[in-house]
């Protein structure tokens, strides 16, 4: 049933790009390639016809910090070439804003609270959770990681043997040289950057102008906390630095139009009321996806994405049966549609949650539990346990990392600019939250008990709960405790950034 339909859809799909289905009805068929016709000045290895995988992903590279979004100050040449030449795609969320549940949903195609202990950071990933870099490994890939892979945690404690992400390399070259001749492949690169601590100053001397900054509406405009987004960017900027290394290297063998590029984050920007948050600054991510083998490029499409739909998506296209339990949806066909704007009005909203992420936020190592759905006109957001310190209990806000506008922002919480700001970053917050965001962008003003708004409230609110049930979210359904009593696999201290050689 599943290959029909991808057949149907492909073959509806080659009315309209270019490069017809052919290509992938071969691949399914398990027919042998024909010498494509790239523009290519190396020749090895040779791939069979189905899509090789590159899959770029940032860690704390939130949105809209792209030139293609709209970021008038950082330069991402790479990631505004892949919008440019493939799909933008401006309303992709990560499935919770903190690095290991955010890996895990990327690579199961699960939503987070079903991966067990998985939900939370710094944990493992039960192995009867199939992946799919090793599904496609199973069919004839070739497949590598390159830095930061599923994580942090431990893998091993799991069941696995080596990261649910693949088999590390050290360099993308080394990698591709090992691809056996006429294999596909499937590669992970997680960069390092722009995870905290930053080197400071390092934005401003690498030319990024201080006073070109748009300070979001949460944050004080003061000039640590725009020298701390300068250096941020210069991290944004080396992530989008490798990933263009890796396609060049693509680009000369003439591997790159047969390779979906993605390239995104894992979850929002390491700032206060951004990353573990579930406003658009902390789960909102940076998307766009090249393959001009099928998928028109030019286009920027607003449908709501979840980057939990990567696993699926990156199956389908590769012709590869997904495992039952795989329940998030592949977009595969809205990238071949070669259409923009609102494709599917199916996905007319996306589901992002957070249960633990550091472990010494709150004694006893609780977490904050919450979940949200998010639709073009509003942010509706859950928080099953109110009484807890949405930023981790004060003084520390462990919750928060630990940086200058942080810092900045503790050290003023007393002055009349900042201190409405300090209470949205890192106060309680009630049991429900409501945001209009056509006319509140910055998700600022709650209005959950606002009359006005009451039937949207309560509409979103029983989608919501329709959502979690009918994917079985132990917090609706039962033994959502279970989050707060999984082992912390982590140092309850501030987690080290491991830096990789530059
Ligand atoms: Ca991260």
């Given at each position: 049933?599943?290959?029909?339909?991808?057949l149907?859809?492909?073959?509806?799909?080659a009315?309209?790009?270019?490069?017809?289905?052919?290509?992938v009805s071969?691949?399914?068929?398990?027919?042998?390639?024909?010498?494509?016709?790239?523009?290519?000045?190396?020749?090895?290895?040779?791939?069979?016809?189905?899509?090789?995988?590159?899959?770029?992903?940032?860690?704390?590279?939130?949105?809209p910090?792209?030139?293609?979004?709209?970021?008038?100050?950082?330069?991402?040449?790479?990631?505004?070439?892949?919008?440019?030449?493939?799909?933008?795609?401006?309303?992709?969320?990560?499935?919770?804003?903190s690095?290991?549940?955010?890996?895990?949903?990327?690579?199961?195609?699960?939503?987070?609270?079903?991966?067990?202990?998985?939900?939370n950071?710094?944990?493992?990933?039960?192995k009867?959770?199939?992946?799919?870099?090793?599904?496609?490994e199973?069919a004839?890939?070739?497949?590598?990681?390159?830095?930061?892979?599923?994580?942090?945690?431990?893998?091993?404690?799991?069941?696995?043997?080596?990261?649910?992400?693949?088999p590390?390399?050290?360099?993308?070259?080394?990698?591709?040289?090992?691809?056996?001749?006429?294999?596909?492949?499937?590669?992970?690169?997680?960069?390092?950057?722009p995870?905290?601590?930053?080197?400071?100053?390092?934005g401003?001397?690498?030319?990024?102008?201080a006073?070109?900054?748009?300070?979001?509406?949460?944050?004080p405009?003061?000039?640590e906390?725009?020298?701390?987004?300068l250096?941020?960017?210069?991290?944004?900027?080396?992530?989008?630095?490798?990933a263009?290394?890796m396609?060049?290297?693509?680009?000369?063998?003439?591997?790159?139009?047969?390779?979906?590029?993605?390239?995104?984050?894992?979850?929002?920007?390491?700032?206060?009321?951004?990353?573990?948050?579930?406003?658009?600054?902390g789960?909102?991510?940076?998307?766009?996806v090249?393959?001009?083998?099928?998928?028109?490029?030019?286009?920027?499409?607003?449908?709501?994405?979840?980057?939990?739909?990567?696993?699926?998506?990156?199956?389908?296209a590769?012709?590869?049966?997904?495992?039952?339990?795989?329940?998030?949806?592949?977009f595969?066909?809205?990238?071949?549609?070669?259409?923009s704007?609102?494709?599917?009005?199916?996905r007319?909203?996306?589901?992002?949650?957070?249960?633990?992420?550091?472990?010494?936020?709150?004694?006893?190592?609780?977490?904050?539990p919450?979940?949200?759905?998010?639709?073009?006109?509003?942010?509706?957001?859950?928080?099953?346990?109110?009484?807890?310190?949405?930023?981790?209990?004060?003084?520390?806000?462990e919750?928060?990392?630990?940086?200058?506008?942080?810092?900045?922002?503790?050290?003023?919480r007393?002055?009349?600019?900042v201190?409405?700001?300090?209470e949205?970053c890192?106060?309680k917050?009630?049991?429900?939250?409501l945001?209009?965001?056509?006319?509140?962008?910055?998700?600022?003003k709650?209005?959950?008990?606002?009359?006005?708004?009451?039937?949207?409230?309560?509409?979103?609110?029983?989608?919501?709960?329709?959502?979690?049930?009918?994917?079985?979210?132990?917090?609706?359904?039962?033994?959502?405790?279970?989050?707060?009593?999984?082992?912390?696999?982590?140092?309850v201290?501030?987690?080290?950034?491991?830096?990789?050689?530059?």
């Amino acid at each position: 049933m599943h290959r029909r339909d991808l057949l149907r859809r492909l073959g509806v799909a080659a009315g309209v790009a270019a490069a017809g289905g052919p290509l992938v009805s071969r691949a399914l068929a398990g027919a042998r390639p024909r010498a494509a016709a790239a523009p290519t000045v190396l020749r090895a290895p040779r791939s069979d016809d189905r899509p090789s995988i590159l899959f770029c992903i940032g860690d704390d590279w939130g949105w809209p910090h792209t030139g293609a979004l709209g970021d008038k100050v950082v330069r991402t040449p790479t990631f505004d070439r892949v919008a440019r030449e493939g799909v933008l795609l401006p309303y992709t969320y990560c499935a919770s804003p903190s690095c290991t549940p955010s890996r895990g949903s990327i690579l199961t195609g699960q939503m987070f609270w079903r991966l067990e202990e998985g939900g939370n950071l710094w944990s493992t990933l039960p192995k009867k959770f199939q992946v799919y870099p090793d599904l496609l490994e199973a069919a004839g890939y070739h497949v590598g990681l390159m830095r930061k892979g599923w994580g942090p945690g431990d893998f091993k404690a799991g069941g696995w043997t080596r990261n649910p992400a693949g088999p590390t390399f050290k360099t993308f070259d080394e990698f591709f040289k090992s691809i056996p001749d006429g294999k596909p492949f499937c590669f992970w690169f997680g960069s390092l950057d722009p995870h905290r601590a930053y080197e400071p100053g390092s934005g401003a001397a690498s030319g990024l102008r201080a006073e070109a900054v748009s300070v979001p509406p949460m944050l004080p405009d003061a000039p640590e906390v725009r020298q701390d987004i300068l250096d941020y960017y210069f991290e944004c900027e080396r992530c989008d630095r490798d990933a263009g290394e890796m396609i060049a290297v693509l680009e000369r063998a003439g591997r790159l139009d047969n390779t979906i590029v993605f390239m995104t984050g894992d979850n929002g920007w390491p700032f206060p009321r951004g990353k573990t948050n579930l406003y658009d600054h902390g789960c909102r991510q940076p998307m766009a996806v090249r393959w001009p083998a099928r998928a028109k490029g030019g286009r920027a499409v607003e449908d709501f994405l979840s980057l939990s739909e990567i696993a699926p998506t990156v199956l389908e296209a590769a012709g590869v049966e997904r495992p039952a339990d795989m329940h998030a949806r592949s977009f595969l066909d809205v990238l071949v549609s070669g259409k923009s704007g609102r494709v599917d009005p199916r996905r007319d909203r996306v589901v992002v949650g957070r249960e633990r992420h550091h472990g010494g936020a709150r004694p006893g190592c609780l977490g904050y539990p919450q979940r949200m759905m998010r639709t073009h006109e509003y942010l509706y957001i859950r928080n099953f346990l109110p009484e807890r310190w949405p930023a981790g209990d004060p003084p520390g806000y462990e919750d928060c990392d630990g940086g200058p506008t942080k810092k900045f922002m503790t050290e003023h919480r007393q002055d009349p600019a900042v201190a409405p700001l300090f209470e949205l970053c890192f106060g309680k917050r009630p049991a429900e939250e409501l945001y209009d965001c056509r006319k509140d962008p910055g998700q600022l003003k709650n209005l959950a008990a606002d009359p006005a708004y009451a039937d949207a409230r309560k509409r979103l609110a029983a989608d919501l709960d329709a959502f979690l049930r009918e994917t079985k979210d132990p917090r609706v359904v039962g033994g959502g405790e279970k989050f707060d009593e999984y082992p912390y696999r982590g140092s309850v201290g501030a987690p080290a950034k491991a830096k990789a050689p530059k």
